[in-house]
């Protein structure tokens, strides 16, 4: 069975925007895994990998790191449940993942990052707020007095997949696809560490979210 290293907080609260974009995938196309919980500190459990990151996605003794390359095995280790429709599929969902990870993300962290602390216990804490802060210069708590303008940036740069979404229903289509997984661990990440309001209950979007969270709900974790 494949193994799944994800990151886990207090509580064992899975939280990673790219391992929650893997686990929908897996779960969508009714392939069997299990989850290993990896905290922050826990660097000496997925040394074998060479990288510091996850997910890693293990099956027997090879692993895959960074969720495009666990996406790309997956289409290609299993053909019969074509992960990627077409080409013009695989690169539009190459497209969400690079404006995912350098755009939205970004936007995402100033809107939560004062609040993931709540989510993380003991030493990941500290970790957190060292690797963090060092990366941002300052403290987690300085995008606190533009929280509302960063919302009002996120809901506005989505727009277009709005549009794709009140047209076809998912970002793929008729039916939740590799497109929608990709797109997924965003809102999945700020529903897990933030009390904000990142979409109104009414947006197109916010529904679209809802219908992929039953999706995940199948599996715990």
């Known amino acids: 069975m494949l193994e799944l290293y994800d990151l886990s ?13 893997i686990k929908l ?3 969508q196309n009714n392939i069997k ?14 040394a074998f990998s060479k990288q510091t990151l996850v997910p890693i996605l ?31 599929s695989k690169n539009f969902s190459y497209f969400l993942y ?34 963090r802060e060092e990366r941002i210069n300052g403290p987690i708590t300085k995008f606190q007095p533009f929280i509302s303008s960063s919302i009002k940036e996120f809901r506005k740069s989505i727009d277009p997949i709005r549009k794709i979404i009140i047209n076809n229903g998912f970002i793929s289509g008729k039916k939740p696809g590799i497109e929608d997984c990709i797109f997924f661990g965003n809102f999945k990440w700020v529903n897990v560490c933030s009390s904000c309001n990142l979409l109104d209950n009414e947006d197109p979007v916010y529904k679209w979210y809802k219908n992929l969270l039953k999706i995940a709900n199948k599996q715990i974790n």
Not at 9 to 21: A, H, I, M, T, V
Not at 115 to 126: Q, S, T
């Open 25 to 27: 995938c897996l779960i």
């Open 9 to 21: 907080g207090k509580n064992d609260l899975r939280f990673s925007p790219p391992c929650w974009n």
């Open 98 to 131: 690079l404006w995912t990870s350098k755009q939205l993300l970004p936007i995402l962290f100033k809107i939560i990052a004062h609040e993931i602390p709540n989510v993380l216990e003991g030493n990941d804490i500290e970790y957190y707020l060292k690797t």
């Open 58 to 88: 293990k099956y027997k003794d090879r692993f895959v790191t960074d969720s495009w390359n666990i996406i790309n095995w997956l289409d290609h280790n299993y053909p019969e449940k074509k992960i990627f429709i077409n080409n013009s």
């Open 33 to 46: 895994f299990t989850t290993i919980p990896i905290r922050f500190i826990d660097k000496d459990k997925i």
